[in-house]
């Protein structure tokens, strides 16, 4: 059984009111008023599992706060508050003073405050719990995906991916994949762009498949993507090239960029986006009815994305 199969199984209690939203996306919706909805997300960042042993302060902070603001940008809701629950193995002034600094410096880069939390003593473990808001029915789903839909991706993926298999090889990544993986950047100010151009919307945390296919399965439809559009770096393309191995892109994770289903009639719009927030969007497939992901490639290699079970 994987996490998500667990958390189906045990967890998803479906006891919510209509206009609300629980298990199954990026982050959960409670309505406020007629108005407006919360948006919630939790994540948990365990030493050895999501950062290595070593990993700066500063670097964790950040990376803690960015993927729980990332799953806020995959709602197009916009940050708000957000709570703290910090396991350390000691007491370290000079630990905790990086990790508190850049922790603010983020948080205020993305207008989000920290209103409380929990610290407790034991192995190294970050759990952040992230608070936005959203016009009612106009966050983004999973669920709403259509067949002739174009699939996006923002920016590029690989880098983190590939910088993590280099750290388990005993080998140096380059600063840049490094940057990839220590800091990532949630795609808020995107995410709050496509609200209302965009159908479907996932943030790219386990690999671009297994998030896409949970479009596909809350959406009930297929994809077809063309591996050749998958936006890359140049180290990323260097390294599939030499090793004509995918799944690197397809299935790494820990990116943080959007993925993302636009109707034809809203392309221009999204070109308008494009523009306005300089920012590279890769169309890599489109929304099919039939179901599971087709590849327009010869490499038909399964790619397995990390699962905690």
């Known amino acids: 059984m994987n996490e998500f199969d667990l958390i189906e199984k045990y967890f998803n209690w479906k006891n919510l009111n209509s206009n609300d939203l629980g298990i199954g996306d990026d982050c959960a919706l409670v309505s406020i008023d007629a108005h407006q909805q919360i948006a919630t997300s939790v994540d948990t960042l365990i030493e050895g599992v ?20 990332s799953d806020l940008a995959a709602m197009g809701a916009t940050p708000k508050y957000f709570t703290l629950a910090l396991t350390l193995p000691e007491f370290d002034e000079s630990w905790l003073l990086d990790f508190s600094s850049t922790l603010r410096v983020l948080a205020n880069q993305y207008q989000i405050t920290l209103v409380g939390g929990d610290t407790t003593k034991g192995a190294l473990s970050i759990t952040l719990n992230v608070t936005g808001t959203i016009s009612q029915g106009r966050a983004l789903l999973r ?3 259509q ?31 490094l940057q990839h993986f220590n800091t990532p950047n949630p795609q808020v100010e995107l995410g709050c762009a496509l609200v209302g151009v965009a159908n479907a919307c996932i943030d790219i945390s386990d690999g671009l498949e297994q998030d896409l296919g949970h479009i596909l399965k809350r959406s009930n439809v297929g994809a077809r993507i063309d591996l050749s559009q998958i936006p890359l770096n140049k180290e990323v393309q260097s390294y599939i090239q030499k090793t004509q191995d995918w799944c690197v892109a397809l299935a ?30 890769s169309e890599i497939g489109v929304i099919t009815q039939n179901k599971g992901i087709e590849r327009v490639d010869d490499f038909d290699k ?3 994305s990390y699962q905690h079970f």
């Open 143 to 145: 669920s709403a995906a």
């Open 147 to 177: 067949a002739g839909d174009h699939i996006f991706v923002s920016n590029s993926i690989g880098d983190a991916a590939l910088a993590w298999r280099q750290i388990q090889q005993k080998l140096t990544p380059s600063d840049q994949l």
């Open 252 to 281: 790494g994770g820990d990116d943080y960029e959007l993925c993302f289903s636009v109707a034809p009639e809203n392309l221009e719009k999204l070109k308008a986006i494009e523009k306005n927030l300089k920012i590279k969007l």
């Open 302 to 304: 399964k790619c397995q």
């Open 50 to 69: 999501h950062f290595p042993k070593g990993t700066s302060a500063s670097d964790i902070a950040h990376k803690a706060l960015a993927v729980n603001l």
